[in-house]
């Protein structure tokens, strides 16, 4: 493990007093240090809304994007199972999981993870959330490994608690709804870009959160300006003929995690 790299992401993962504070691109980076950092082909986080109920914020990937939609859609597996109870919930081998997860087990593999983690994100008796890493090799995690991924999903479970607790008057249901709001945004400037462009919609939000963090502005404001035709990227017209996409309430429908 890079020693270097795990302590500059605790300082990263800490660091919530700056101004314009982005939490899309805080939990982005909790996830895509995870897969830097703990030898997993890649990770999701899910954050509960004002209502209790699970939503996806961030992911490493688009194909583990679509398989935490998938859990969530059809109330079944690991990470449901690990914010209902607030504890680790993991399978080494996803083949022999048909009779616990039977719908998950096999979405995952047909998108190629063959092994999952769930990592709860929670402060004494309160759980936000839950950190999910998935690898595309059968095989027992390591357990430093996830004692190290335990770490990161608690350092930022208290980040998120205290920076709310900077913001005067602000629930903690407010901030996660904020956040749940911004990722809608950041979906349908993905889908656009990725659709003008011909590139698929983890490049689409490369160039956002690149764009974004070059011109050191929250990556939610730079997708809505992109999608009211104020911003260009990458030399893109404003305006045009845009696709209306998906809205938030579409979540609930079964994605296709496999071909």
Same mark, same amino acid.
């Given at each position: 493990m890079d020693g270097e790299l795990l302590s500059a992401t605790f300082v990263e993962l800490t660091d919530t007093m700056v101004a314009g504070f982005d939490v899309i691109d805080f939990l982005h980076i909790l996830t895509g240090r995870s897969v830097q950092l703990l030898d997993v082909s890649a990770a999701g986080l899910l954050l509960a809304d004002p209502r209790g109920q699970l939503r996806v914020v961030a992911a490493s990937s688009e194909a583990v994007r679509l398989v935490e939609l998938f859990q969530l859609q059809n109330d079944q597996g690991p990470c449901l199972d690990c914010f209902r109870s607030g504890q680790p919930v993991g399978a080494a081998d996803l083949t022999a999981e048909a009779g616990r997860w039977p719908r998950f087990a096999v979405a995952a593999q047909a998108a190629g993870f063959c092994a999952v983690q769930a990592?709860?994100?929670?402060?004494?008796?309160?759980?936000? %959330?839950?950190?999910?890493?998935?690898?595309?090799?059968? %095989?027992?995690?390591?357990?430093?490994?996830?004692?190290? *991924? #335990?770490?990161?999903?608690?350092?930022? /479970?208290?980040?998120?608690? @205290?920076?709310?607790?900077?913001? @005067?008057?602000? /629930?903690?249901?407010?901030?996660?709804?904020?956040?749940?709001?911004?990722?809608?945004?950041?979906?349908?400037?993905k889908g656009?870009?990725?659709?003008?462009?011909?590139?698929?919609?983890?490049?689409?939000?490369? =160039?956002?959160?690149d764009r974004a963090r070059?011109?050191?502005?929250?990556?939610?404001? =730079?997708?809505?300006?992109?999608?009211? *035709?104020?911003? /260009?990227?990458? *030399? =893109?017209?404003?305006? *045009?003929?845009?696709?209306?996409?998906?809205?938030? %309430? #579409?979540? @609930?429908?079964?994605?296709?995690? %496999?071909?």
């Open positions: 990592l709860p994100m929670r402060l004494r008796e309160q759980v936000i %959330g839950a950190l999910n890493l998935f690898r595309a090799l059968p %095989g027992p995690f390591d357990p430093a490994g996830l004692r190290v *991924g #335990q770490a990161l999903a608690d350092v930022a /479970t208290i980040s998120l608690l @205290h920076e709310r607790s900077m913001r @005067h008057g602000d /629930t903690l249901n407010e901030q996660l709804q904020t956040a749940l709001n911004s990722r809608v945004i950041i979906e349908q400037a656009i870009l990725a659709e003008r462009l011909g590139v698929d919609m983890s490049q689409a939000f490369s =160039l956002l959160r070059s011109r050191n502005r929250r990556l939610s404001d =730079l997708a809505q300006a992109f999608i009211d *035709g104020t911003e /260009t990227l990458t *030399g =893109l017209p404003p305006g *045009g003929p845009r696709r209306r996409l998906p809205d938030a %309430g #579409q979540e @609930h429908r079964r994605p296709r995690p %496999g071909p």
